[in-house]
């Protein structure tokens, strides 16, 4: 069962990298047809003590991120999204200035739910927003990286299935 998985999540990334394009700005993401498109990462910040002990501001500073719909529902929505695409984003303690780059460009097949829970397949580094009693992960601004997935219930919860990686909390860098 393990290597089937890794073998699955190996295969998916590989299908994911050759199909998609190498930017946000190649012929894809301008509407040739291929179907992919961007997928801008919006800027968030977080109070003292929902992710670190200090107020926290992320916004992308590298955004290549596309993503090509693979499956709606008969409404028309999707069910299934392939991302991928690179992705930097400045995490930084607004109470110092204090930042840290974090490569966050993985590339993850994302099935989402009727009743707004999704799956995450992915392989590489996603950063994840973690909040007290929110996931079996501790709380912080977590980057994941490698095969995993993560699933995230109706009500937010994040369950992280790591097959083979690694996380860091991104708070850690800037306190």
């Not at 993401?29 to 977080?46: I, L, Q, R, V, Y």
């Not at 999707?78 to 930042?99: H, K, M, Q, W």
């Not at 992915?122 to 980057?143: T, W």
Request: charged content about 15%; glycine content about 10%.
């Amino acid at each position: 069962m393990h290597r089937t998985t890794v073998v699955s999540a190996l295969a998916l990334t590989s299908a994911l990298l050759t199909a998609a394009p190498a930017s946000a700005g190649t012929p894809a993401a301008s509407g040739t047809g291929t179907g992919w498109e961007p997928a801008p990462t919006a800027p968030f910040d977080a109070a003292a003590g929902a992710r670190c002990d200090f107020p926290i501001h992320a916004e992308p500073v590298v955004d290549e991120v596309v993503q090509k719909v693979l499956a709606t529902r008969p409404d028309g929505s999707p069910s299934e999204i392939a991302y991928t695409g690179a992705l930097v984003i400045r995490v930084t303690n607004t109470d110092t200035g204090a930042f840290h780059d974090a490569d966050a460009g993985g590339s993850a097949l994302v099935d989402y739910h009727a009743d707004g829970s999704q799956r995450w397949h992915a392989v590489g580094p996603v950063l994840a927003g973690i909040g007290e009693h929110d996931s079996n992960l501790p709380r912080g601004e977590q980057l994941i990286d490698g095969i995993y997935t993560l699933d995230i219930s109706a009500t937010r919860y994040k369950t992280l299935h790591m097959i083979q990686g690694s996380t860091d909390n991104i708070c850690t860098h800037i306190g």
